[in-house]
């Protein structure tokens, strides 16, 4: 740990680099917890952070067992770090050190040790993060509202995958492009290409990374395989909570039932529904997978009017989502269309999961649809966001054609004057509902609150 130049990672950007910088120079810089799903990047990116001090000590609460020894009893955060920089022969200054405690669920004293570190030592950077923290926090009483900073980080996004693998000149152009100058042709194919690339690998950084390295897709799939089993390995943490068993069969599920109401007979385990429940409760609180409810819509905030009976689930990653649904690659490749690869709804998918990657960082990400369910008339939104002060609907096409019904009759009952659809279509606009290419969901960005 005290040198690292030893660490060999892939040097890939992140957006969360940014966010971590201003943290580390800004003036009213809290104790930071990095939070997220496990194999997302949050290791590697303090990792880069700590390149700019001076020091940089990182305590691992699953490898360092013996460490946990220092967080017992008082929580005085100038004796902690005394017994921290003598283990590890790390200088520990306020201004020069970045303290990273890495895995900080495995160890809930050094948790709740946070809020002393921000009252009694603030001119020390530290940084925590961990997979399951969820898990961890909710047993603890409180850890001081207003003391602790939170950052949450997802797969890469579409753009970042970009950046890693040399495009960023052409993702720039799209996100310079609009309804009136759109790209063109030949950047506008390569995007999509590039697009579909990204369904079949996903953003989980050391996918990525393979893909970058190699250029062979069936090694990626080979790492997204690897990837599911550490996933379910992990299963076996939940195991007080829930039987490994209904975890495994409701991850499996939420790809086959992607782009519809999740609906737990689906998933046609021998058991009943609050076993079931329960388990996607324990994926949504590790971050595996994200609930999209219907909201009613009639106004803002958009949560405040959720139907939490009624929700879709997405998966936290398309790769891992790709995966599960179990589809021939060599098919994929050689596909004219997106017509294979879009089985399991993955345009939807992937727009869910890039609207939470370009979320506000500070806060967890929710996301939402509109569903009518009527006889004679059944109409659904895919997504509705917040813009500014008004609500926007999103439509999610896997093509470049189709009707516009839904979107349309949302718009007139909530008496809204725009929408966007997202479509492999070029950008442009019909009427009052601009189209944009799947791949310029980030566009979307200024729109979340």
Not at 89 to 112: M, N, R, W, Y
Not at 118 to 134: K, N, R, T
Request: aromatic share 10%.
């Amino acid at each position: 740990y005290s040198s690292l130049k030893q660490i060999k990672e892939p040097v890939m950007e992140r957006d969360a680099f940014g966010f971590l910088n201003n943290w580390a120079t800004g003036p009213r810089r809290k104790v930071l917890l990095v939070r997220g799903a496990r194999q997302v990047g949050k290791t590697y990116a303090v990792r880069q952070l700590g390149k700019s001090y001076e020091h940089f000590l990182e305590v691992n609460f699953e490898k360092d067992k013996p460490v946990r020894e220092f967080f017992k009893g008082a929580l005085d955060p100038e004796p902690i770090c005394r017994k921290l920089s003598a283990y590890f022969s790390i200088p520990v200054v306020a201004g020069k050190t970045l303290l990273f405690l890495d895995e900080i669920q495995a160890c809930p004293e050094a948790i709740a040790a946070l809020r002393f570190f921000q009252e009694d030592f603030p001119e020390l950077h530290v940084v925590a993060a961990g997979s399951l923290l969820e898990f961890a926090l909710e047993q603890l009483p409180s850890m001081g509202v207003g003391r602790i900073s939170s950052l949450f980080m997802y797969p890469m996004s579409f753009c970042e995958f970009l950046d890693a693998v040399g495009d960023s000149p052409v993702r720039d152009m799209a996100l310079a492009a609009d309804s009136g100058h759109p790209l063109d042709a030949p950047f506008h194919d390569r995007l999509l290409e590039r697009l579909k690339e990204y369904l079949l690998i996903g953003g989980l950084p050391e996918a990525v990374q393979s893909y970058v390295t190699h250029r062979d897709l069936r090694e990626v799939q080979a790492v997204l395989d690897d990837l599911i089993v550490t996933i379910t390995d992990d299963f076996a943490k939940y195991k007080d909570r829930a039987p490994v068993l209904r975890l495994t069969e409701v991850f499996e599920s939420v790809p086959f039932q992607a782009g519809s109401k999740f609906k737990y007979a689906t998933i046609g385990a021998e058991s009943s529904t609050p076993p079931l429940k329960h388990a996607l409760e324990l994926l949504e609180k590790a971050s595996i997978v994200h609930k999209v409810y219907h909201s009613n819509a009639h106004g803002l905030p958009l949560g405040a009017q959720v139907d939490t009976k009624k929700f879709k689930v997405v998966l936290f990653d398309v790769g891992i989502h790709q995966r599960l649904l179990g589809l021939d690659l060599a098919s994929l490749l050689v596909a004219r269309d997106f017509k294979a690869v879009n089985r399991g709804s993955i345009a939807e998918a992937f727009v869910g999961q890039e609207l939470i990657a370009y979320s506000n960082p500070n806060g967890k990400a929710a996301l939402h649809y509109w569903h009518r369910e009527a006889r004679s008339s059944n109409a659904e939104v895919d997504y509705v966001i917040q813009h500014g002060e008004s609500i926007l609907p999103i439509e999610v096409k896997a093509g470049t054609k189709g009707q516009m019904q839904s979107i349309r009759i949302f718009m007139e009952e909530r008496n809204i004057d725009k929408g966007v659809r997202l479509s492999l279509e070029n950008f442009g606009s019909l009427g009052d509902i601009d189209i944009l290419p799947l791949y310029a969901a980030r566009l979307l960005q200024p729109h979340l609150s």
